[in-house]
Structures are given as C-alpha cells and as structure tokens.
C-alpha cells in the first residue's frame, strides 16, 4: 500500500471515532432532519397545483418515444433521474414507452432511490388500473419504496389540546 493510501486510510479511521467521554455526536448529513420529520416542509397554498408540500416528490415525464422519472427535493431540484432513453434501459426494451418500458422504469428508478436512501416520497400520480403508469408505480412499490411521506413533527406548545408522542421517546 502507498503512503499516500495508509494516511487516507488513517485519517478516515480518526473522522469516524468517537472520542471516549464524548456525550454528543455531531450529523453533518443536510438530510438528517428530513429523515427525522422535523425539518421545515414548505406548505404553500393549499389551491396551489402542483403542491408545494412536500421534501421529495416523484415526477413522472412521458414524450412520444421516452419516458422519465425523477425525484426532486423542494429546496435542491431534481436528486435522481431514470430515462429510458439511457443506453442501459434502452437495449433491454423493445420500445421506449410502451407497458414493459413503465414496469421497468419503476424497478430501475427504485433501485436507484434505495441505493441513495431515499424510500419516502409524495406522488401525486393518479393511476388507473392495467394502465402504464400503473404498472411503473407498482413495480416502484413492490422495490420498497413508500409513496407517501409522513407528516412533518411540529413543536407542541403549553395550550396544545393533543400532543402527539415523539417516534425517539420510549415511554416504557
């Protein structure tokens, strides 16, 4: 192994100790709070198409020959992208917009969500039944992601009537 490599190696090592007696651990992911329902969820108004209240959304594009899905973060825009019109996809398919190229897509498209992830987003697509994109969001279902986002954890003040319990309290 070269020294540049033992010292990349090392200092890896360091950055992911904890030091012993340390009582807090800092999370340096900008996501963590999504993940943890409490970061800010632009709600917008409530007439406004397409909605605004959500952290991630699936969009789904369809041309003539293609079709598109992606999923875009309200503050940063679109985070993954899957077409069928990259090369990948493309060779397997017959025809890039037909049934089988949805159902695929969806696979593809969730594979990359997981390996990101990211298993939570809002979908305002309506399907309807043996339709394509049915077919895409089924297979995008059946790969483990959730097509709704849970609800946003608000601060419970003193005259709140109903405070709902945290997910990380245990009250046992």
Not at 49 to 75: G, I
Not at 136 to 161: H, K, N, T
């Amino acid at each position: 192994m070269a020294a540049s490599a033992k010292k990349i190696l090392s200092k890896i090592r360091q950055t992911n100790q904890i030091a012993a007696g340390t009582l807090y651990v800092t999370n340096r992911n900008p996501r963590n709070l999504e993940r943890l329902r409490l970061a800010y969820k632009t709600d917008g108004y409530h007439l406004e198409r397409p909605v605004r209240n959500f952290w991630h959304r699936l969009e789904l594009n369809a041309s003539n020959k293609y079709v598109t899905a992606k999923l875009v973060h309200f503050e940063n825009g679109t985070v993954i992208e899957c077409s069928t019109t990259e090369w990948a996809l493309k060779r397997h398919l017959y025809k890039g917009n037909d049934y089988t190229a949805y159902s695929t897509l969806g696979k593809a498209f969730a594979s990359r969500c997981l390996d990101a992830g990211l298993t939570e987003m809002r979908c305002d697509l309506k399907p309807t039944a043996g339709m394509k994109v049915d077919a895409f969001l089924r297979a995008v279902e059946e790969s483990g992601i959730s097509l709704q986002e849970p609800e946003r954890i608000r601060p419970s003040y003193s005259w709140d009537m109903h405070r709902p319990e945290k997910p990380w309290e245990v009250t046992e």
